[in-house]
């Protein structure tokens, strides 16, 4: 029992205690006396009470007061004053790489009525509240982002809008609406991202500026200003806020364009619209018409009155146009007219227009001709701007499509008009060479009026209008007409093709005959040679044995006349037998050499001589013709002379042999031309 009563007693005590040990240590745990905050996580403190009372002026405390105070607890185990903190745990704030964050601040300055985004020139640690608001910093969005990176940035002061998550404690429902709308609107802009324009896409930014000083009266983009990296004021493109609106920058769409590259911009300061490059293409150049400037000089002159012509830089028409390439052109800034530098072709045809469509409202010019009809003339009217006159033709027209449409077709129709006005029909389709060479003399100065250089008018054939067939009635007259002389000309051509013809079949019928006669006469020839040939020789035979017997006879006279001496007696006897022999050798040589003569003669005759073969061969030819032709040898009917008493002795046959029994008579007269042989004494 005693030792009941004693185990009693301490029992009750440790339950005594070990209560109050526990409630103790709820009530210091509640108390917020001991606070530990992992290493990748920080901790707001809000100060419940304090003795200098709560927050009057902003939302954090800055002299300790009751409220949120500016610095945050990083990771670990901290000590407070029991139930006078209340601690907000919050993960680190941490911006992916390649994104952006925005900042807006709870506590600040409020922003002035001209200004949008809270300037950030002295304020801008955000990690570092009290000397953010110490520095005048302002509430509301701030101009300054936040790049790739962690960040311990007291939540209480700052929300944070990330393409995750929007980092904020203690937010109202109105809050959260507000900030899931901002966040809404930086998403639609791309904000989250840096702005990124890829060469080969050929694009280029436009920038707006949302803050900022309102452009001036009259102004319709901002000017480029603080572009050079060695001004103090460089922003980088629009990288930097507070230096482009030191350096004097406008809010409002800028004259400065983005190129190619990435771009940090805060989406809620600046927007960027892509737009395309501006290409010019060869055999082109681009006018600039600029909105923005100042205003500059006219370099046309007094004498020229259709606008400013002005330098690069300035507001008007540049002079100096944009030669073939790509360029960063701000479009809001100006307009780029381009302007064909090639030939381009206008066509007054309702069906075609050329390739640079600047005829596609062209239509065929209606004419009325002398002889009242109505044709329509299709045309094309070749045409060349000088690229350092294409200034001067915009400066003056504006646009080269208005330049054809309220200038030159006006003016060419007008003109050819009027040149129909003094042709008849047939004379329009019949002289269309002479007045297309004549239009472009003519209409080549007035094109020279206007800039342009007019290189050749073509002109189509006159056509009928719909509904009408008049012109086409003229034109099968035309055509029968022509086809009518083309067959008076075609019967000349065949009549002399025929008389061509039988001139041809008489030459070659002649020349057919000829090789026959110069064959016979070559015949004849041949044959009269021969028997003179043959005639020489003979005389030549005659001659020798002439001589041959002189010396015959003079070797016997001195062989008698040696052997005298001897025997006279013998030599005499001798004498007159050889006087004798020699004389009957003589007389035999002159036989033999007189019969010879006389047998050639008489070949010779035997052939009928030279004139006779030929006659021969004549009347042979003649007969063979006769024999060939079927010819009656005497005609079926006969023209005498006068008197019928010659007429029979005139036919070719009795001619011919007349002209053979004269040369046989005339053969047969010849004297004997070989001389007899003379005898010796």
């Known amino acids: 029992m005693e030792a009941l009563e004693y185990l009693g007693p301490m029992k009750w005590t440790a339950i005594e205690i070990a209560v109050p040990v526990i409630v103790l240590a709820i009530l210091f745990w509640r108390s917020g006396m001991v606070r530990y905050i992992p290493n990748d996580r920080l901790g707001i403190l809000e100060k419940l009470w304090s003795f200098r009372g709560s927050v009057r002026d902003g939302f954090i405390a800055l002299n300790r007061e009751a409220g949120y105070q500016p610095e945050v607890v990083r990771g670990g185990l901290h000590f407070f004053m029991p139930f006078q903190y209340s601690m907000h745990r919050a993960n680190l704030v941490t911006i992916p790489q390649g994104q952006i964050g925005y900042v807006f601040a709870r506590d600040g300055k409020p922003l002035p009525p001209t200004q949008t985004l809270a300037s950030n020139t002295e304020a801008d640690d955000f990690q570092d509240v009290r000397g953010f608001l110490e520095k005048g910093g302002q509430k509301g969005p701030q101009r300054k982002i936040l790049r790739e990176g962690t960040y311990a940035i007291n939540l209480a002061q700052f929300i944070v809008l990330t393409a995750q998550s929007t980092y904020a404690v203690n937010l109202s429902a109105s809050e959260q609406s507000l900030f899931a709308n901002m966040s809404s609107m930086i998403s639609e802009r791309g904000g989250f991202e840096p702005v990124v324009i890829h060469n080969a896409e050929d694009m280029i930014g436009i920038v707006t500026i949302h803050d900022g000083p309102a452009l001036p009266d009259g102004e319709i983009i901002a000017p480029t200003v603080a572009n050079d990296p060695n001004d103090p004021n460089f922003h980088n493109n629009f990288q930097d806020p507070e230096k482009f609106l030191n350096a004097g920058g406008y809010r409002g769409r800028q004259l400065q364009v983005l190129a190619d590259g990435s771009y940090f911009l805060n989406r809620i300061f600046a927007t960027v619209e892509l737009v395309g490059k501006t290409v010019i293409d060869v055999g082109t150049v681009g006018v600039v018409v600029s909105y923005n400037g100042r205003h500059g000089t006219d370099l046309s002159g007094q004498a020229y009155r259709h606008g400013e012509l002005v330098e690069v830089g300035s507001r008007g028409v540049w002079s100096t146009p944009l030669l073939p390439g790509k360029y960063a052109f701000n479009t809001y800034a100006g307009n780029i007219i381009t302007v064909p530098t090639t030939n381009f072709v206008l066509k007054w045809t309702k069906e075609q227009f050329g390739e640079h469509r600047l005829d596609e409202n062209l239509s065929e010019v209606s004419l009325i001709t002398k002889d009242a009809f109505e044709p329509v003339l299709p045309l094309s009217v070749v045409v060349h701007i000088d ?37 008849t029909l047939i004379q329009l389709l019949q002289e269309r060479s002479d007045i297309q060479r004549k239009s472009g003399e003519e209409m080549r100065e007035k094109f020279n009026s206007y800039s342009l250089e007019l290189q050749e008018v073509l002109i189509g054939t006159p056509r009928a209008a719909n509904g009408q067939n008049s012109i086409e009635q003229i034109l099968i007259q035309l055509r029968e007409r022509q086809i009518a002389v083309e067959k008076v000309e075609t019967y000349k051509l065949q009549e002399r093709a025929a ?35 043959q005639l020489a020789r003979t005389r030549q035979e005659a001659e020798t044995i002439q001589v041959t017997a002189k010396a015959e006879a003079e070797k016997v006279r001195l062989a008698g006349q040696g052997e005298a001496d001897m025997i006279k007696a013998v030599a005499l006897a001798d004498a007159e037998r050889i006087k ?86 005339g053969r047969q007269t010849l004297p004997d031309e070989i001389p007899a042989p003379v005898a010796e004494d």
């Open 387 to 423: 690229y350092m006159k294409a200034p001067l033709v915009v400066q003056r027209f504006g646009d080269i499509k208005r330049l054809v449409e309220q200038t030159l077709d006006p003016m060419v129709s007008a003109y050819f008009k009027n040149i129909a006005q003094t042709k």
């Open 499 to 533: 008389t061509q013809e039988r001139t041809l079949r008489e030459k070659e019928a002649l020349a057919e005959q000829q090789a026959k006669i110069t064959t016979s006469a070559l015949t004849i020839e041949i044959s009269e040679n021969e028997g003179k040939a």
């Open 580 to 665: 004798a022999t020699g004389f009957a050798e003589a007389e035999k040589v002159r036989a033999i050499g007189l019969a010879e003569a006389e047998a050639t003669e008489k070949k010779v005759a035997a052939f009928g001589g030279p004139d006779y073969q030929l006659n021969s061969q004549v009347l042979m030819r003649f007969a063979e013709a006769i024999e060939n032709g079927r010819l009656p040898l005497v005609p079926q009917i006969q023209i005498g002379a006068t008197g019928g008493e010659k007429g029979a002795a005139n036919g070719l046959v009795e001619m011919m042999l007349s002209m053979l029994v004269a040369d046989r008579v």
